[in-house]
């Protein structure tokens, strides 16, 4: 089998292919087929065909292919960081540390885990009449899992949810974003020379059709994107009653209190607002801060802000801050930024397209923002950091509450009883306390989205369980030949019934 690279040098393009870009150069660097439904629904029965035996194969078959998954990312670490970067125009540093580092964290994780979080339960039953027989609670792998995934961590989300489907015992198939195939691709390749069988991982490339495609073939479909994608995803897939899990948009929002450590709240805000160019679902989007500091914590974010380098990453070191990776994305940037302008909002760095080919926008800092303006309200996705100053904490609680999603969060200060106090305010799925984003690494966490920001979770138990029926199993072992309460019905034996029900659950003393 040809690799990836040896694929795209020699670029057997057809006119229905889809040109993926390096988006830090505009290059065009690989062609990828556009599937159409047919041929979804052609791997649909390659990926059912291949299911049983891969669940056949216990968790601790799997387990090894996993785990040799998990060899390979780190022999091909160069490789793997390289295709990243090529196709998101990252820096160096966040394909390494977010996607490559997230994935072999991952690929180790459920196979350890799958065993302990899918066991059977024995379950036990205060239904009097049911006693002497076994009661069990067990996790059946639900068949064949659709992942559509989206373009910002073309390793770290598709496959962060992938692997634990397969460590289920499911087959998968991947549709990756039609401006990232090519990652899925690679790591494919890697998953079949580790001994996944054929077909039990597939990859459809494909633009948005192709993901409407796969709803319909799948017993479960994991998305990641935008809430409005969410949501015809969820549609579609009501007509066939299919499961969904959602992780979608956020407008994470950071509270620094009066008594924050500014040093150590400033290098967050700006670390993680741009961190991937801004890109992450979970990056902060927007800072409240209280008067008293205000001004001295704008002044520290200036101060990191200094020097920071934007520039096509060439390798470690290089630069600071990556391109975006999706074209229309430098769009809403920009809007989002000239809207914030035109409404009296200042621009202390950055606040402009950057002025190289590719899809550039400069690291932006603004001030005097308000939630009359689409940088504090919509998720704009990118490298802005927006900060507004705010009278106490309750405006902060009061502000951050303010939107429709409720991804992530993080609050900053010293008194970490009264930052929990805070961080427990918020309406998030996740918040960090004098950190920010690090609790997405602790993969025993479940991390999922409140309101607008999805439905369902990964990570932890529910991380995996989700990709599974939950199947209720009762073993009669000692019984009669033939129960008191079947037919024919007697009326001394039902009032003999009546009596022992009453007995059984009745006796307790009233109040
Ligand atoms: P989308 O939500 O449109 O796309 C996500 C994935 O869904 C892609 O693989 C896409 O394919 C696929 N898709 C598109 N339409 C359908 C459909 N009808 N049925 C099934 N699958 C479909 O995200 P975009 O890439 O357009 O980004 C738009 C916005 O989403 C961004 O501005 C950002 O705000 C947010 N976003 C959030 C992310 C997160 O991590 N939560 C990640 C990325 C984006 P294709 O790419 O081929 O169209």
Known sequence: MATI????????????????ENPATGEVIAHVPDLGAEEIAAMAVKGRAAQPAWEAMGFEGRG????????????????????????????????????WGYGISAFGFWPKHAPE???????????????????????????????IGPWNYPLANSFGDA???LAAGNSVILKPSEITPLTSQLLLEGLLECGVPEGVFQVATGRGGAGAALVDEVDM?????????????????????????????????????????????????????????????ISVE???????????????????????????????????????????????????????KAKGAKVLAGGKRGDKAGYWYEPTVLVD????????????????LPIMKVADTEEAIRMANDSPYGLAASVFSKDVVRGEAVARRIDAGAVCVNDALMNYMALELPMGGAKASGLGSRHGAGGIRKYCQQQALLVSRLHMKHEVHMYPYKKGTTKLLQRVFARLNGRRKSA
């Open 5 to 20: 690279e040896e694929q795209a040098a020699r670029d057997t393009t057809s006119s229905t292919d889809i040109p993926v």
């Open 64 to 99: 090894r292919v996993l785990l040799n998954m998990q060899k390979w990312l780190t022999d091909n670490a160069e490789r793997v960081i390289r295709v990243v970067m090529s196709e998101t125009g990252k820096a160096y540093e966040d394909a390494q540390m977010a996607d």
């Open 117 to 147: 979080y899918l066991a059977d339960e024995n379950v036990k039953t205060a239904a009097k009449l049911l006693a002497g027989k076994k009661l069990i609670l067990r996790y059946k792998p639900l068949g064949l899992i659709g992942v």
């Open 163 to 165: 692997v634990p489907a």
């Open 221 to 281: 479909i994991m998305f990641t994107g935008s809430t409005a994608t969410g949501k015809k995803v969820m549609a579609k897939a009501a007509e066939t009653l299919t499961p969904v899990s959602l992780e979608l948009g956020g407008k994470d929002p950071m509270i620094v209190m009066a008594d924050a450590d500014l040093d150590r709240a400033a290098s967050h805000a700006v670390y993680y607002s741009m961190f991937n160019g801004g890109q992450t679902c």
């Open 286 to 340: 927007r800072v409240y801060v209280e008067e008293p500091v205000y001004d001295e914590f704008v002044a520290k974010v200036m101060e990191n802000m200094k020097g920071l380098r934007n520039e096509v990453s060439t390798g470690p070191g290089a630069t600071d801050v990556g391109s975006m990776t999706f074209p229309p994305q430098v769009d809403i940037v920009e809007r989002h930024v000239e809207d914030a």
């Open 369 to 384: 923002v308000d939630h009359s303006m689409e940088c504090m309200t919509q998720e704009t996705f990118g490298p802005t």
